[in-house]
């Protein structure tokens, strides 16, 4: 089983560009997260969703938007790039929102905004 | 509001030493807290959860919630130890996670 695929794995953008950053996992998990990790932040939520059907913002929601797309897709897109976006986004899946359900996350995808 | 701190961003010890890594939360609930963490080209992975009590890779963590920590201890590091450790709080369902500690062990 891979788990949790993200793709892609690096993407440069310019300013104002638009992408979508995709992720999926075969563990048949009902909630999936995206994450960014920041240098001195650490882990921060952007966006969940707790099953299929249903989205949440997190911590830092602004200037992204998710999709769910099915049970084992979860979508991140950025309509307009902008340099605080910089940064490695990971995507992580669990059971449920249980704390009994550990995270499992993705390889990640590393973003350069210039 | 809930808050994760770590306080130390890089930690060095000389394998064979203890290491402890230091955790404190603010939280008005019943805690739930984990240790994650990140090796060198691998994946982000959940190392330890205090509910379990369980001991993971040598390492161990207590809740204090008088002290409202969850301090990682090992009492002999080794090399293979050298990571990026994160704690994290779980709340209303999602994880929230501290600033991160990079431990470097060195022979």
């Known amino acids: 089983n891979a788990g949790v695929t993200q793709t892609p794995k690096f993407q440069v953008l310019k300013t104002g560009q638009s992408m979508t950053l995709q992720c999926a996992q075969d563990?048949?998990?009902?909630?999936m997260y995206w994450y960014r990790q920041d240098p001195g932040m650490g882990l921060r939520l952007i966006y969940y969703?707790?099953?299929?059907?249903?989205?949440d913002k997190g911590e830092v929601p602004n200037g992204y938007n998710v999709s769910r797309l099915n049970k084992r897709e979860f979508s991140l897109r950025l309509e307009s790039a902008a340099p605080s976006q910089t940064s490695v986004y990971f995507c992580?899946?669990?059971?449920?929102?249980?704390?009994?359900?550990?995270?499992?996350f993705g390889n990640g995808t590393r973003l350069t905004v210039t | 509001a809930q808050r994760v701190t770590q306080p130390e961003k890089l930690l060095s010890v000389f394998k064979g030493a203890p290491v402890e890594l230091k955790c404190n939360y603010s939280?008005?609930?019943?805690?739930?807290l984990f240790w994650y963490v990140q090796y060198s080209r691998q994946r982000l992975q959940l190392l330890l959860r205090?509910?379990s009590r369980e001991s993971i890779k040598g390492f161990t963590a207590d809740l204090n919630k008088g002290e409202t920590s969850f301090h990682l201890k090992k009492p002999f590091a080794q090399e293979e130890d050298s990571a990026m450790y994160y704690c994290?709080?779980?709340?209303?369902?999602?994880?929230?996670f501290g600033a991160g500690t990079q431990v470097v062990v060195t022979p």
């Open positions: 994290a709080l779980h709340s209303w369902g999602k994880l929230q």
């Open positions: 992580a899946s669990s059971e449920g929102l249980s704390y009994n359900s550990p995270l499992h």
């Open positions: 939280y008005s609930g019943s805690p739930e």
């Open positions: 969703s707790a099953s299929e059907g249903t989205t």
């Open positions: 563990m048949n998990h009902n909630s």
């Open positions: 205090h509910i």
